[in-house]
């Protein structure tokens, strides 16, 4: 192995640049040619690829969003992009690939590696909806965004004796949602993997209004949607004024957390290490604080279970 590429694909996450950075010093600490892929698997078909040195990641580790750009490509999924891109990586001679991102992602790099390619991927995504890590690169940054805004509506939830209902991020994932909820004190946690009443989420509002409780929280994640029809079900059946805020995209920037930062900067240089083991088609990931790797196919199969007895927490210290 002599020259490996890298490239940053879906969604943006904070952290994606800790992992680019984590990347390349360590690729050039171990003597290897580093080249960049600009926006993906787009970038790579169309060869928009530069070589990187020590200074090209300099000043980055704080920074959200990545210096690489991201693109979720439609052309690559095709049969002919697709073989554009393997040129490509000829052409340059690329003998390892290093893609950052999420599910989606890691479909693009399982095809590479069937192809040949040595690709090794890394979790980088606000979702945390990859089953086989503990957690992605960007989850922890999006929910203390969530977190500090939550602080922001409770005070004016207050102020108006209002509800407010929060939507955030993470398509069929209810992990945003759950634990920003519970490090906000949420009352209600909203998720697609469980079946929630209205009717209960009423009973608990009211009876806080009868303790005298100004505030409410009702978190809800994108997989349930539909926040407005929720607030008009609450305002009908308590009478409570609610109102709605979408997180949205404020959740994909930021600086990334310290946690973040270290999560990308173990994962970056264990991908290093693995190419050089001469490894390919794995996905790299953190179980119980310890790093692992497995199969891309299988990490693609593991099943992402919602922490069930978290989620009952949150009802118990909501109450
Ligand atoms: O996968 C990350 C994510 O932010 C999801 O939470 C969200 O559903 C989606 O990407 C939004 O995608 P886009 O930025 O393309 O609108």
Redesign the pocket.
Known sequence: MKKIGVLTS??D?PGMNAAIRSVVRTAIFKGLKVVGIKRGYQGLLEGDIEEMNLSSVGDIIHRGGTILRSA?SKEFINEKGFQKALDVLKIFGIDGLVVIG?DGSFKGAKKLSESGISTIGIPG???NDLGYTDYTIGFDTAINTVVNAIGNLRDTSSSHGRANIVEV???HCGD?ALYSGLAGGAESIIIPEIKFSMEEICKKLISGRNRGKLHSIIIVA?GVGKPYDIADEINRKTSIETRVTIMG?L??GGTPTAQDRILASRLGSESINLLLKGEKGRAIGLKENKIVNLDIDEALKANKAIDKDMYELTKILSI
């Open positions: 879906g969604g996450a979720r999420g995504t606000i979702d991020m993470g398509r945003i994108e995209h959740q994909r």
